[in-house]
T-cell receptor, first 113, second 113 residues
Framework: DTGVSQDPRHKITKRGQNVTFRCDPISEHNRLYWYRQTLGQGPEFLTYFQNEAQLEKSRLLSDRFSAERPKGSFSTLEIQRTEQGDSAMYLC???????????FGPGTRLTVT | GENVEQHPSTLSVQEGDSAVIKCTYSDSASNYFPWYKQELGKGPQLIIDIRSNVGEKKDQRIAVTLNKTAKHFSLHITETQPEDSAVYFCAASMPLIDDKIIFGKGTRLHILP
């Protein structure tokens, strides 16, 4: 396995459009996390899944954001009615159980114009 | 909630010299402290971590120290090389209680020739 993968790597969209990102975790990892990173900052937690169950959502995750992991493997993060403030790098990470080590993908850079 | 402070924000060291990055955390329940290296256009890469039952951990040229009483932890890189140039993030979490990782704001390390 080559690690966590994310698609697309870059997305430019106009304000008001919907976007969807995909994350494929390391194959045996049962936990999957989404973080958001803005320029000059560390990643900020958005939400995480254990298998297909979404266990926690940050208050950063407004009603316009929704994440799914329908079969406990890949996950999607959808942003509806994008705003300029949504411009950021969206990072996905995965881990095996709850021992702490989270491995990150390359991220999807979103630019809202 | 947990808050992680990191300094300095920028660090320049001569190639071959040592670099030290320091972090503090606020929640005494945190017991897992990973360090990530992020290169331009890539996701954070886990380089070393330490758990609260250990005071120091070393892996080749990098070492981490943890002072639980003072809630301080540090990253030490010896014999720095050009490829060490990157942004480094410290982080804290409490696996099994709250799985999200709280990151510092990062240190941009420049290795000077």
């Amino acid at each position: 396995d080559t690690g966590v993968s994310q698609d697309p790597r870059h997305k430019i969209t106009k304000r008001g459009q919907n976007v969807t990102f995909r994350c494929d975790p390391i194959s045996e990892h049962n936990r999957l996390y989404w973080y958001r990173q803005t320029l000059g900052q560390g990643p900020e937690f958005l939400t995480y899944f254990q298998n297909e169950a979404q266990l926690e959502k940050s208050r950063l995750l407004s009603d316009r954001f929704s994440a799914e992991r329908p079969k406990g493997s890949f996950s999607t993060l959808e942003i509806q009615r994008t705003e300029q403030g949504d411009s950021a790098m969206y990072l996905c990470a995965s881990s095996l159980g709850a021992q702490g080590e989270q491995y990150f993908g390359p991220g999807t850079r979103l630019t809202v114009t | 909630g947990e808050n992680v402070e990191q300094h300095p924000s920028t660090l320049s060291v001569q190639e071959g010299d040592s670099a030290v990055i320091k972090c503090t955390y606020s929640d005494s329940a945190s017991n897992y402290f990973p360090w990530y290296k992020q290169e331009l256009g890539k996701g954070p890469q886990l380089i070393i971590d330490i758990r609260s039952n250990v005071g120091e951990k070393k892996d080749q040229r990098i070492a981490v120290t943890l002072n639980k009483t003072a809630k301080h932890f540090s990253l030490h890189i010896t014999e720095t090389q050009p490829e060490d140039s990157a942004v480094y993030f410290c982080a804290a979490s409490m696996p099994l209680i709250d799985d999200k990782i709280i990151f510092g704001k990062g240190t941009r390390l420049h290795i000077l020739p």
